[in-house]
């Protein structure tokens, strides 16, 4: 019976074991597929707690060779399998993960990603890179699907992303504010001071029909002429306009299909909706402006600028900024110090479609005619919206009902 290999203190080496020249010691094996690994430690007990990782690995399926796997190497295959996304929202995975992601997180060996690493980066992202949950949120997104791709394939036993973002939120008190849109005060201020304002009248037209329809940024921006049927007062949405940032293509204007299926819709036109169209049309033919810009095949779009080319998103957000900060100030420069003034909240261009659904919502419209209108493919998101409403108007009529018995009991008493 041949003599048992021992290292230098004596100790019995089991089989692949190896006490290197240097005094450290290696485990060595092979995959199903042939391929030689192999790993090391200073001490015999080092190296045997990397070999039951090894062993217990292999047991349970886990891949043994992606020693040199990173996560940069799993986000590449995710890019090259993922499908059924939209266009712009895959592209902007693509960009957050570049980005944020790459440089960081991305070289770290995946089998070596721990909990504790995913907690760390939002902590980073957050403290020293500056970007708010919402951005961190559009990450952990990406970063679940690939580190979810590992685990498929075979490389990770667990998610180790879970619940990441949501301790992080935890932690952090860092939950969304809740979206506000405006009163009906702060709706007819805005517009009134759209109407009145010489500085601001041309942006009349597009904010108006947002108040108005309800439409997402991208179907108003990509609204065309011939989308608008004036004789029946009716609007189709069959199509929206999408801004692709791309770190090596540059920046470009697409045409996609609405977000869901059921963004495919038709929308009545209300007079004011009328109204803002048609003094969008007349603005165009007196300043001598027209469409110059074809995008994927389409053309004659309504909201353009003063080059005859499509709005943009971030120029939208921006006029939007510089018309609230303007109205206050003319409103402060005018107050009564001895009474209330109405002021513009902070909001962006979907405040404007929240904004539509709260007063459609206040009107007492039915339900499934909202999602409709709005093009919702689930009802529970219109729901959600449809519940915040109520119960803010519910609140409201109580209070009057208070005030209207308040009433009758002193009329009761005189």
């Known amino acids: 019976m041949a003599e ?36 090391y430690g200073r001490t015999l007990e080092e190296l045997r707690e990397k070999e039951q990782k090894v062993l217990r690995d292999k047991s349970d399926g886990i891949k043994t ?33 570049e980005q944020f992601v790459r440089d960081y997180l991305g070289t770290v060996k995946i089998t070596k990603l721990k909990r504790s690493d995913i907690r760390r980066f939002y902590n980073y992202l957050i403290d020293e890179r500056g970007l708010k949950v919402s951005s961190v949120d559009n990450i952990h997104t990406v970063l679940h699907q690939v580190i979810a791709l590992a685990v498929e394939d075979e490389y990770l036993r667990t998610n180790v992303s879970d619940n990441a973002l949501k301790e992080l939120k935890q932690s952090r008190n860092l939950y969304t504010e809740k979206k506000r849109s405006l009163t009906t005060q702060e709706q007819k201020l805005f517009l009134d001071y759209l109407k009145k304002n010489p500085m601001y009248q041309h942006w009349y037209p597009i904010f108006s029909l947002m108040l108005g329809t309800g439409l997402r940024v991208g179907e108003t921006t990509g609204l065309r002429w011939e989308d608008v049927d004036f004789e029946n007062n009716i609007i189709s949405i069959n199509h929206t306009l999408v801004y692709y940032n791309h770190n090596k293509g ?165």
């Open 250 to 414: 540059g920046c470009y204007f697409g045409i996609n299909t609405p977000k869901t299926r059921a963004g495919e819709r038709t929308i009545p036109m209300i007079d004011s909706v009328r109204e803002a169209l048609l003094q969008e049309k007349e603005n165009q033919i007196m300043q001598g402006i027209e469409c110059k810009v074809t995008v994927d095949g389409f053309t004659n779009f309504i909201f353009i600028n003063r080059f005859g080319n499509v709005q943009h998103q971030g120029t939208l957000n921006k006029a939007l900024r510089r018309i609230i900060r303007d109205c206050n100030q003319d409103i402060l420069d005018n107050a009564n110090n001895s009474q209330t003034e109405v002021l513009l909240p902070r909001f962006s261009c979907h405040i404007l479609r929240h904004t539509f659904t709260t007063r459609l919502c206040e009107s007492g419209i039915n339900i499934k005619v909202i999602q409709s209108v709005l093009g919702h493919a689930d009802i529970s998101t219109t729901l959600d919206i449809y519940a915040d409403v109520t119960k803010d108007l519910k609140n409201a009529e109580m209070l009057s009902f208070n005030d209207f018995i308040k009433q009758s009991e002193y009329v009761l008493e005189a």
């Open 4 to 39: 048992r290999r021992k290292d230098t203190k004596g100790r019995v080496l089991k089989e692949n074991e190896t006490q290197r020249p240097d005094g450290t010691y290696s485990y060595r094996w092979r995959t199903a597929n042939g391929k030689r690994n192999a790993v």
């Open 65 to 97: 060779n992606a020693q040199n796997v990173t996560l940069n190497d799993i986000f590449d295959l995710w890019v090259n399998i993922k499908r059924g996304l939209k266009d712009n929202t895959f592209q902007n995975y693509i960009y957050m993960y």
